[in-house]
């Protein structure tokens, strides 16, 4: 039996009990620790199908002790249903972490943390406008070279992707970070082809708001948000990092990192060294290179702050700033 | 085309499950076998690293069954050999996201395509266990000559042998050291075949290429040259029923060794 921490609780993981009355036991020895006395209980059930009278007799053990039962989680349909009826929530009790919601927060909270980052990566904001729409190229073809998962519902969809994948690592190995032709760099960087219509798009991420955080993410861990997202701290292989809108990461970025997951490709994620198993801006992807011997985390001394984005449907990397 | 379910598993951490998978899903790849590996360590996933294959999972066993995805979208085709495959575990989660009912789901899917679906046993004897052993039909219990791993592993067999579904298992011995056994400072094959009375599989000798196999993520079979790879490629065979002799793990390979050999065979021919 595992038990974890939550705020204000704790969780109590009977998931592999098959019986009400193994169940019972594990929970009331729970229940009578000492450091248990007037919390909430997260109780994960796992597939147990348990009816609304067991449920109703376990609330009542619980609280006859003076706690109180708040959250259920479980897989099992029967059990969700007479949790509902006893009106306690069900939750999914996953290894996330708590992130603030973002309804009442301004806009303007975010112009100030644009002036903080225009400091850290020594350029203004304004002009760091990275990327243009090559003119010469319709619009329709990026589109059809990126991975849009709802259209991979047929059989032959698994090659499709990996095609894809294939194509998406072929544009990162090519721009590796020191061979990136000038030609290409100047046309990422430059914002003078853009219309206005995508300068707008372009300052489409700068209106949301932003979750700070100021931790190591490690393996397991992820991180999802409406909105910007600022890691101060490394992101460890094997954790992820999901956000609407830009990923800024002020350490060392070795995990997945997902920006503009709800379809903006005008995303970028930026990291002082990037490091990831696997970049996605919005429905394009790009894998690190199968170089036989890449260290599990690129631990050294010289960071060079670099920028991922999206350009004619393929990801590249370039370096923000140079000695 | 119904394939054999086979669930690698010992109870004990840290003995060589993964490792094991990964090197007998590549040898029966490269037998010529449809394989595909089955990761149910959901959280703490290791597989994708020793096959080298982390950059590619797009999509987890987990998205499988919460149905984000089809079930061969989920499949990652490994670099070299196009007759293995990989269903990776999701690792922002735990044991819980997966039922022993799905997994038996998919593995009866998978059985119609492949060959070989080898699965990958999460430590431990709880939910993560139960998933793993549901849709297997055989296993592999996999020890190292040390007693808390046997302990574990007699553990293990008896909630095998319990399990109406699980036709057979087979023992297999990783990390022997002949030096140690020779010294009498590690336990002899035989003397763990004994204690768990199970029919052995292969014993795999110590090796450091290991080490080095896992961190480049390419398994050791793909290295001719290395024992230890020779011993998975010889239990791959016996999976697929060719009689292969144990290798010879006794040979003493010192100067001294060699030249007590050609005396000894020296003398041999002399008595004839």
């Known amino acids: 039996m595992e038990k974890g921490y939550v705020e204000n609780g704790f969780i109590v993981d009977v998931s592999h009990s098959a019986r009400m009355s193994q169940i019972i036991y594990e929970l009331s020895a729970v229940l009578e620790m000492p450091e248990a006395k007037e919390k909430d209980v997260f109780l994960k059930l ?10 109703l007799s376990v609330k009542a053990m619980v609280e006859s002790m003076g706690l109180k039962l708040g959250k259920i989680s479980s897989t099992s349909k029967v059990t969700l249903s007479s949790a509902n009826e006893l009106g306690i929530e069900t939750a999914e009790l996953e290894n996330v972490i708590p992130t603030i919601a973002f309804d009442n927060i301004q806009p303007e909270v975010n112009k100030e943390l644009k002036v903080a980052l225009d400091k850290i990566f020594g350029d203004d904001i304004s002009t760091i406008s990275n990327i243009h729409e090559d003119i010469d190229a319709p619009k329709e073809e990026r589109v059809s070279q990126s991975v849009i998962e709802d259209e991979y519902s047929d059989a032959a969809a698994h090659d499709e992707i990996n095609k894809v994948i294939e194509e998406a ?3 990162r190995t090519e721009v590796d970070i020191d061979s990136v032709a000038p030609e290409i760099k100047d046309s990422i960087t430059d914002t003078n082809y853009l219309t206005e219509e995508e300068k707008e798009k372009l300052k489409e991420t700068e209106q949301l708001p932003t979750l700070y955080i100021q931790r190591t993410l490690r393996s397991g861990q992820s991180l999802k948000s409406e909105g910007n997202i600022v890691v101060i701290g490394d992101v460890n292989p ?65 960071f060079i702050p670099e920028e991922a984005v999206m350009y004619r449907g393929q990801i590249y990397i370039h370096k923000l700033y140079e000695n | 085309m119904s394939g054999r379910v086979i669930v690698i598993t010992s109870g004990k951490g840290g003995v060589g499950k993964t490792t094991t998978n990964a090197n007998i899903g590549t040898a029966l790849a490269k037998k010529g076998k449809k394989v595909v590996m089955i990761d149910t360590d959901l959280g703490l996933r290791n597989l994708d690293l020793l096959l080298g294959l982390e950059n590619r999972i797009v999509y987890t066993i987990v ?35 997966v039922t022993e009912e799905q997994l038996k789901e998919i593995c009866e899917k998978l059985q119609k395509d492949f060959d070989f679906i080898l699965v990958d046993c999460p430590a431990g004897i709880e939910q993560g266990f139960q998933n793993a052993v549901a849709g297997a039909s055989e296993a592999i219990v996999v020890t190292t000559p040390e007693m808390s791993a046997i302990r574990d592993a007699d553990r293990i067999i008896g909630l095998l042998e319990a399990k109406e579904e699980i036709k057979q298992y087979h023992l297999l011995l990783n990390r022997v050291r002949p030096n140690l056994i020779k010294s009498n400072d590690m336990m002899s094959v035989d003397e763990v075949v004994d204690i768990l009375s199970a029919e052995l599989i292969g014993i795999i000798p110590e090796d450091t290429g290991i080490i080095t196999s896992t ?29 292969v002799p144990f290798l010879n793990l006794e040979e003493d390979t010192s100067i001294m060794g060699k030249m007590k050999k050609f005396f000894s065979s020296l003398v041999g021919k002399e008595q004839k």
């Open chain 2, 63 to 97: 998205d499988v069954v919460e149905e984000r995805c089809k079930l061969k979208q989920a499949l990652v085709k490994d670099k070299k050999n196009p007759n293995l495959c990989l269903l990776a575990a999701a690792q922002t989660r735990d044991k819980t996201a």
């Open chain 2, 215 to 243: 961190n480049k993520g390419e398994p050791i079979v793909n290295d001719e040259k290395s024992l230890a790879g020779q011993a998975y490629m010889n239990v791959a065979s016996r999976i697929l029923g060719e009689d």
């Open chain 1, 238 to 302: 094997g954790s992820e990092i999901i956000a609407k809108g830009d990923i800024t990461v002020w350490g060392i970025l070795g995990g997945i990192a997902h920006a503009g997951c709800d379809g903006n490709s005008w995303a970028k994620v930026r990291a002082l060294k990037m490091n990831p198993i696997q970049l996605r801006i919005a429905d394009t992807l790009a894998r690190r290179p199968d170089t036989a011997n890449i260290p599990y985390i690129q631990k050294t001394d010289t």
């Open chain 1, 46 to 55: 796992g597939s147990f199908e348990m009816n609304p009278t067991q449920m």
């Open chain 1, 169 to 171: 690592n072929n544009a």
